[in-house]
Nanobody, 126 residues
Framework: QVQLVESGGGLVQAGGSLRLSCAASGLTFSAYGMGWFRQAPGKEREFVAAVTWTAYYADSVKGRFTISKDNAKNTVYLQMNSLKPEDTAVYYC??????????????????????WGQGTQVTVSS
């Protein structure tokens, strides 16, 4: 049974930092690309970052967020710096099996992912 468990969310002031973690089990972690998505109240889920052999970022977080993947620990991280109130959302970790034809547009699409975590709340106060 595949499980993705996020942690590290919380309340932080604008300009602060948080590091989210997502621990995966029940899958061959090295065979999956990993992504982070977020959903704010009243809004649709949106892509934040993904990591395969390279990293992809949404324009809104580029230069502030860093995604990394540790295959030895079956864990993916999202380091979030210079946080803004508009970053407030539930953050979800997702795992997508590597497919030969997948490019950047695929990894930014939630439909490319096979498994999802339960989410962790990030709240940035102004």
């Amino acid at each position: 049974q595949v499980q993705l468990v996020e942690s590290g969310g919380g309340l932080v002031q604008a300009g602060g930092s948080l590091r989210l973690s997502c621990a995966a089990s029940g899958l061959t972690f090295s065979a999956y690309g990993m992504g982070w998505f977020r959903q704010a109240p009243g809004k649709e889920r949106e892509f934040v970052a993904a990591v395969t052999w390279t990293a992809y970022y949404a324009d809104s977080v580029k230069g502030r967020f860093t995604i990394s993947k540790d295959n030895a620990k079956n864990t993916v991280y999202l380091q979030m710096n210079s946080l803004k109130p508009e970053d407030t959302a539930v953050y979800y970790c997702a795992a997508g099996r590597y497919r030969g034809s997948a490019g950047p547009s695929s990894w930014k699409d939630a439909r490319s992912y096979d498994y999802w975590g339960q989410g962790t709340q990030v709240t940035v106060s102004s």
